[in-house]
């Protein structure tokens, strides 16, 4: 029974990138709001379980992995000493100083936190759930004038995986490094799969992975991912692609797991841990959502108009739950939408580009237009390729095996997107980011001066080949009338 009641202009519901981002800007916009997730500390899947956690051990695997690469150019370490605990609870106090922090901002802003579960009981009121076991907080309800969903999504676990045993893991499992298995089995070859496999591989796992589909990271495009593809081979114990689970067997001594391949053929093997990365699914159940006027799509997203308003007007929606891709930072910048189409200001959620990174080694990031996009819509591109391999810089760090692409319009000459494969990546990406969002011409990245030595050097230089004029690489030269 609820025993009190409140009221707040916005009751924002997750506390994720996207639900404190939001509860923040409408706090600096003056509006009252309660805050309510049920994690042990702000932050939510990302801070808590995704993002943060997994990108603090694949340091530790780059770093396992730098050491042992070091010998090559002629520094030589002992092998490295694995302290698993240590490595946990390096991991964990991250978690902690990060969930903290964002629970500071909280409080400066005076936004009312509720460690509990919020469902809707009306377009205009969310039931307050306690979690089990405290007795801090009393059941009530909150009134609200709107509402943000920001509930994220959970990890894929199809029902073939549902065994009950702990040796088969989901990412959060994963994350959790509850030790080094010898044999381990990664199902899926998407980002999570490979970020977690990589960091598993350094620790000491012969990780195998499999993928239904006939390719690592689909829907990446193919010339950055046979890069990657390349040196995971040369980490990971196997990749088997065309190849679906059918079959798990608990046994004393392992998973016992039944491969079969498109191709025709079936074998068992043997693993002592099985993790499953098949893709995640919007977090929308229990919720209450059934008596608002809140729709699903096929899918299961909440659908939303450009101001993140769902079919009911008081009831907004962000991040992984109002549909792909499923980003933290898409996620903050669709909190700060909604909270501004809440307070009145003029906003939409329109980007041109939305960067993408896969932290594995090499890494791989992408925004805007695609090659593979451009080709499956008709679209006419023009696409401007670089090798890492004679770069200076890439020579240098002992990484000369990456690529940077951007994708021109030949008639505007605008960036429409870029995509990069190599060390660092995921940092280089945001100059693309930003080209194609302003709709800058090739010129414009081509004029622009980069710091040597980098691997920035690499986007000025492949714009440079736009025009047929790169120093460092050689292109049949087009001549081309200037843009305004």
Not at 90 to 108: M, P, S
Not at 208 to 229: I, N, T
Not at 353 to 364: K, L, N, Q, Y
Not at 428 to 440: K, N, P, Q, Y
């Amino acid at each position: 029974m609820t025993s009190e009641s409140s009221t707040a202009d916005v009751v924002v519901i997750g506390g994720g990138p996207g639900g404190y981002a939001a509860a923040f800007r409408a706090a600096d916009l003056g509006k009252s709001v309660t805050l309510i997730d049920a994690d042990p500390r702000l932050g939510g899947v990302c801070v808590n379980r995704g993002c943060i956690p997994s990108k603090a051990l694949l340091h530790q695997a780059a770093v396992i992995q730098g050491v042992r690469e070091a010998a090559q150019h002629g520094v030589t370490f002992g092998a490295p000493t694995i302290d698993l605990e240590r490595i946990r609870a390096w991991k964990d106090e991250i978690v902690t100083k990060l969930g903290n922090g964002v629970g500071d901002h909280a409080k400066r802003r005076k936004v009312r936190y509720l460690r509990a579960r919020g469902r809707f009981v009306s377009s205009s009121e969310v039931e307050v759930t306690p979690l089990p076991g405290d007795e801090s907080l009393a059941a009530q309800r909150v009134r609200f004038g709107h509402a943000i969903v920001a509930t994220g999504s959970l990890p894929i676990c199809p029902r073939l995986f549902a065994i009950g045993d702990v040796r088969v893991m989901d990412s959060t499992g994963a994350l959790e490094l509850p030790d080094v298995p010898a044999r381990l089995l990664v199902v899926g070859g998407g980002y999570i799969g490979l970020e977690l496999g990589s960091v598993y591989a350094a620790l000491g796992s012969q990780v195998s992975v499999v993928e239904k589909l006939d390719g690592l990271l689909p829907g990446v495009d193919r010339d950055l991912v046979r890069v990657l593809e390349k040196r995971v081979k040369e980490q990971l114990a196997a990749i088997e692609l065309s190849t679906e689970v059918t079959a798990l067997e608990p046994r004393a001594d392992g998973v016992a797991v039944t491969l079969r391949r498109a191709g025709g053929g079936e074998d068992q093997r043997l693993f002592d841990r099985v993790l499953v990365a098949v893709g995640r699914r919007p977090n929308t159940e229990g919720l209450g959502l059934e008596v608002t006027g809140v729709t699903l799509d096929e899918r299961g997203f909440i659908t939303v108009d450009a101001q993140r308003r769902s079919a009911d007007p008081r009831i907004f929606a962000i991040g992984d739950v109002a549909g792909e891709p499923m980003l933290a930072h898409k996620a903050a910048h669709e909190a700060k939408v909604a909270a501004e189409a809440i307070a009145g200001h003029s906003a939409a959620f329109e980007p041109r580009a939305i960067p993408a990174v896969v932290f594995t080694d090499p890494e791989i990031a992408w925004c805007g237009l695609t090659e593979s996009e451009a080709k499956r819509s008709g679209r006419t591109i023009e696409v401007l390729r670089m090798p890492w391999g004679g770069w200076g810089r890439a020579l240098t760090l002992g990484r000369p095996d990456g690529a940077t692409k951007l994708i021109v319009d030949p008639e505007t000459e605008q960036v429409l997107g870029m995509g990069v494969v190599g060390a660092g990546a995921g940092e280089l990406i945001a100059e693309g980011c930003l080209a194609s969002e302003m709709g800058a011409l090739v010129r414009d990245v081509a004029e622009t001066i980069h710091p040597h030595p980098t691997l920035s050097e690499t986007i000025s230089e492949v714009a440079e080949s736009f025009f047929g004029n790169a120093t460092h690489f050689v292109r049949p030269r087009k001549e081309r009338t200037p843009k305004a």
